[in-house]
T-cell receptor, first 112, second 112 residues
Framework: QKEVEQNSGPLSVPEGAIASLNCTYS??????FFWYRQYSGKSPELIMF????GDKEDGRFTAQLNKASQYVSLLIRDSQPSDSATYLC????????????FGTGTLLAVQP | NAGVTQTPKFQVLKTGQSMTLQCAQD?????MYWYRQDPGMGLRLIYY???????DKGEVPNGYNVSRLNKREFSLRLESAAPSQTSVYFC???????????FGQGTRLTVV
């Protein structure tokens, strides 16, 4: 079982809709959770990070963490065509040694 | 304002050749990472270094070696390249386990 799992997609949503991206992880001791966005041919860039259970909002983005169920999600409100990219979930699977593990990513396509 | 710098950007190797991918960061970060990215596989951790003087295996270490030369530099060596090592390689760094990882621009390696 991969340590961090995501649906590869593609997830297709119309412009202006809410896109919901999900991620599950296997290590219950994980402490830090990150969402990265990667455009084709480019490097990943951080969208959000979350450490505590609950929701964290930043502009059009909301990260949600549920440690009991071992999942983390990213909501993108008012989706724009420029949001079309691969979204990577990353989990620090060992806080002591900083082993940062990524999921396979979900491809999001926002249709104009 | 360089951030994380990888060299080279592109490389073609013949099977059995060796090479070293170089990575340097100027952000005084403690942790550094090497990932490879293949279509549909996401980012897979090859090796990481939680701090200067330490290195640990990630998810796919076979066929690679690393050196944390100093706090700034973390190199990845392929001793005998194989076609299965054709990939895009990313170096990343972070200040601490719970903080954002910054990525280099990637090295596109082809082994023929």
């Amino acid at each position: 079982q991969k340590e961090v799992e995501q649906n590869s997609g593609p997830l297709s949503v119309p412009e202006g809709a809410i896109a919901s991206l999900n991620c599950t992880y296997s290590d219950r001791g994980s402490q830090s959770f990150f969402w990265y966005r990667q455009y084709s041919g480019k490097s990943p860039e951080l969208i959000m990070f979350i450490y505590s259970n609950g929701d964290k909002e930043d502009g059009r983005f909301t990260a949600q963490l549920n440690k009991a169920s071992q999942y983390v999600s990213l909501l993108i409100r008012d989706s724009q065509p420029s949001d079309s990219a691969t979204y990577l979930c990353a989990v620090n699977s060992d806080g002591a040694t900083n082993k940062l593990i990524f999921g396979t990513g979900t491809l999001l396509a926002v249709q104009p | 304002n360089a951030g994380v710098t990888q060299t080279p950007k592109f490389q073609v190797l013949k099977t059995g050749q060796s090479m070293t991918l170089q990575c340097a960061q100027d952000m005084n970060h403690n942790s550094m990472y090497w990932y490879r990215q293949d279509p549909g596989m996401g980012l897979r951790l090859i090796y990481y270094s939680a701090s200067e003087g330490t290195t640990d295996k990630g998810e796919v270490p076979n066929g690679y070696n690393v050196s944390r030369l100093n706090k700034r530099e973390f190199s990845l060596r392929l001793e005998s390249a194989a076609p299965s090592q054709t990939s895009v390689y990313f170096c990343a760094s972070s200040a601490s386990p719970n903080t954002e990882a910054f990525f280099g621009q990637g090295t596109r390696l082809t082994v023929v």
